[in-house]
């Protein structure tokens, strides 16, 4: 059973910063690539950024400069630095992974419960 477990979430004022990680584990056999969404109040869930196994990557438009994904494919790990952190930015933000289970079997997508990052005065 593969397993995404995100951390680092928490309370943060505007403009400051946060650093969430991801440490996925189980059977896996390969990683084609690890990504963040986030899902705010009312709203639906989007893309943040996601990195393949190679190390491409992408973000939504209105991160970029600010946050950066990053990986470790050792430790089947990925991280996100947020900086200069918005209120509107608030929301759960969660792991995601297209993951491998085994030779020959396509990748399969798997979800993290979530960590809550909250930008408030």
């Known amino acids: 059973q593969v397993q995404l477990v995100e951390s680092g979430g928490g309370l943060v004022q505007p403009g400051g910063s946060l650093r969430l990680s991801c440490a996925a584990s189980?059977?896996?056999?390969?990683?084609?690539?690890m990504g963040w969404h986030r899902q705010a109040p009312g709203k639906q869930r989007e893309l943040v950024a996601a990195i393949t196994s190679g190390g491409r990557t992408n973000y939504i438009d209105s991160v970029k400069g600010r946050f950066t994904i990053s990986r470790d494919n050792v430790k089947n790990t990925v991280h996100l630095q947020m900086n200069s952190l918005k209120i509107e930015e608030t929301a759960v933000y969660y792991c995601?992974?297209?993951?491998?289970?085994?030779?020959?079997?396509?990748?399969?997508?798997?979800w993290g419960k979530g960590t809550l990052v909250t930008v408030s005065s």
């Open positions: 189980g059977s896996i056999f390969s990683i084609n690539a």
């Open positions: 995601n992974g297209a993951l491998s289970t085994g030779w020959g079997l396509p990748p399969t997508n798997y």
